[in-house]
């Protein structure tokens, strides 16, 4: 293990440098997190938290960019696996796991074990609560989420990832003007900040407010250019009636899905737009089967037309998630 006086000062410029690409959550950033997280270990081979970064942007390459979900659970579990090696006390590398655990194997207890972990390790570790609360929302469990989300506001207010989370928890309990308001301090620190472009695009969406939804989804698509933004653009369509628009996308997601990973939950985001109720479950199935961010399903007001349906409860049975996901406030 580095201690934290013996660190290469290069291999920590540029893990902050990784840091800073790995906060923006675009595909372009996330892929440029990865060189300089693999440049720091390479200056550096025993920087524990290079490790637990890289492992964090594998994690997200499977959900904004390419990259498949097999591909990046093994890539995020080898890093993970040698920052835990290098320093079993690392809040980060534990909170890394605990989203490994989370959103690849689905692993729930183990899982929320980590997550603790790392908040015990590091009481004031903002990832540490922010990323608590986006599993406790998948869980179902909004109401424990939030504090956790305020509480990372608490500790770091300038973080742009925590404003978009606070804005996201806001989301998923329908309060949609904090949601806004929250998405706007995110803009106030950066107004290019994607993630909260497309919270106050969904929370427009839940006021009705279609022109403002389409107009922050767009911006999403222009900034991120990954083919989650298009889906959820694709939605947003939906919802404002203009279907057309909506299945455009959709086709030409569904074509490209045929040269190159394309995450089988997108298509099935805009079939339940489109309230296209049979082919939203075989997407969601498909979705399942591959595995995917449990949290879009659950908690996720756009699901609120298909939560009636068995087919629903059916689908969170078979993730574990049965017992109390289907709720919502």
Known sequence: MTSAGQVN????????????????????DLKTAVQYFEEAIRRDPNYAPAYSDLAHSYQLMSQYSSLSFPEAYAKANAAVSKALSLDPSLADAHTAHALILDLFAKDWINAEHEYRRAIEL????????????????AQGRLSDAMPEAKRAYELDPLSLRVNSVLCWQFYFSRQYDPAIAAARKAFELDPNYMPAHWCAGMAYNGKQDFPSAIRELQTTVQLAGNTESQAWLAYVYASAGERAKAIEILQRLEQLSNQ????????????????????????????????????????????????????????????GLGRSSASHP
């Open 9 to 28: 000062p290069e291999a920590h410029e540029a893990y902050l440098k990784g840091r800073f690409h790995l906060s923006k959550r675009t595909d372009n």
């Open 122 to 137: 590091d009481p004031n570790n903002s990832t540490a609560h922010e990323t608590y609360s986006m599993y406790l929302a």
């Open 260 to 319: 190159r990973y394309v995450s089988p939950y997108q298509i099935a985001v805009i079939y339940t737009g489109l309230a296209d109720k049979e082919r939203a479950f075989e997407w969601w199935n498909k979705a399942q089967k591959a595995g995917f961010d449990f949290v879009y399903l659950t908690a996720w007001p756009t699901n609120d037309n298909i939560r009636s349906d068995p087919r629903f409860r059916e689908l969170l049975e078979r993730a």
